[in-house]
């Protein structure tokens, strides 16, 4: 019962008492005070007295009920909270690897012990979305699965207030939405060393994919190709080649350098050169690689071995190893004889 229907049930059983009792009696007694009232009154006294108690009984009830409702309340938006931090704060989509930031959003105090656990509980998990799942009806977390599905369909979104963690997919994948916008953001976000070498090779293929000289050359001179691993600059360097874009020796033996080319690497991209390039313009390219990159020799004897330039090759395997030239002059040989075999089962990659 409520206390609107305890008072009106009150002032009822109140009327009753006093009209029963004043039938009954219609004596007066007086008090030595002088104050003379009916029998009727006095009976209702002790009813007045149980009424104004339970009520005060009555109120401090509610009081309590409103004061704990709201701890609990703000035991439910605390977990709220570290539920919201917890989930922007992972920053991958693998709960098997360990690379959630060391951010300890539990509330310091809850109210009530079981919430105080159940938080505990939550902060051993690794929080991920699932943006294919119903909405849960709050507010603040509905918003945020909102701004991840936009985003997961390729809109650029404002996640600045959300502080995600740097390496957050939904975060690399807002970052790589605006690079998807132009060229110009493409290149902003390769050149930025803040940016993880995921966002930054893939604004880099972009940048490819657009087949624009003038921004090829512009990435390509930017020092950034630390983000790239080998086979995506050899993708540049031969669309470099397709798009007549000149490019110093030195500048492409450091950009190889930078990405961390290994012979091997050099030789692929000889193979896959040669048909791009006139017989004198593939020797000296490889010939400049070599004398600003030592791992690129063996890919410039390779030059000279399809090319069959015999005394070249003798005079510049005068300064490797035994082994390395035995190699190579039986790879010769067999290719004079018509026999083909790949050419890493005979030099030793440096």
């Known amino acids: 019962m409520n206390f609107t229907g305890y008072a009106l ?149 404002d996640i600045r207030k959300y502080h995600l963690n740097n390496n957050n997919p939904f975060a690399l994948q807002n970052t790589k939405n605006y690079a998807l916008k132009s060229n110009k953001n493409a290149l902003e976000i390769f050149s930025d060393p803040s940016k993880s070498d995921e966002v930054r090779a893939y604004a880099f293929r972009l940048i490819c994919e657009s087949k624009n000289a003038k921004d090829l050359q512009k990435a390509l001179n930017a020092n950034a190709c630390d983000c790239l691993d080998p086979s995506s600059l050899q993708q540049a360097l031969l669309l470099c080649k397709e798009l007549d874009i000149a490019l110093d020796p030195a500048t492409i033996a450091g950009l190889c350098k930078q990405v961390g080319f290994d012979t091997n690497a050099y030789i692929s991209l000889a193979k896959a050169m040669q048909a791009q390039c006139t017989p004198d313009v593939w020797l000296t390219y490889f010939k400049q690689l070599a004398d600003n990159d030592e791992n690129a020799q063996m890919a410039y004897l390779l030059v000279l071995v399809e090319l069959e330039m015999v005394d070249t090759l003798e005079q510049e395997l005068r300064g490797f190893g035994g082994d390395e030239a035995k190699g190579l002059r039986a790879y010769m040989e067999l290719k004079r004889a018509g026999k083909h075999y790949p050419i890493s089962a005979f030099v030793i990659a440096r």
């Not at 009530?112 to 909405?135: C, E, G, K, W, Y």
């Open 9 to 157: 049930f009150s002032l009822v059983f109140f009327v009753a008492v006093f009209g029963g009792a004043f039938g009954l009696c219609v004596q007066r007694y007086e008090l030595d005070t002088g104050l003379a009232l009916t029998t009727a009154f006095w009976v209702c006294v002790p009813v007045g007295v149980f009424f104004i108690c339970t009520s005060m009984l009555l109120f401090y009830k509610k009081l309590r009920t409103i004061i704990v409702d709201k701890k609990l309340q703000k035991d439910f938006t605390l977990l709220i909270d570290q539920i919201h931090a917890q989930a922007t704060h992972f920053a991958t989509h693998s709960p098997l690897e360990s690379t959630f930031e060391k951010v300890d959003s539990r509330p310091s105090k809850l109210y009530h012990p079981s919430n105080q656990q159940l938080s505990n509980t939550i902060a051993r998990f690794h929080l991920v979305p699932a943006l294919d799942s119903q909405d849960s009806g709050n507010a603040k977390i509905d918003k945020l699965f909102s701004l991840y599905r936009a985003i997961a369909q390729g809109e650029l979104t």
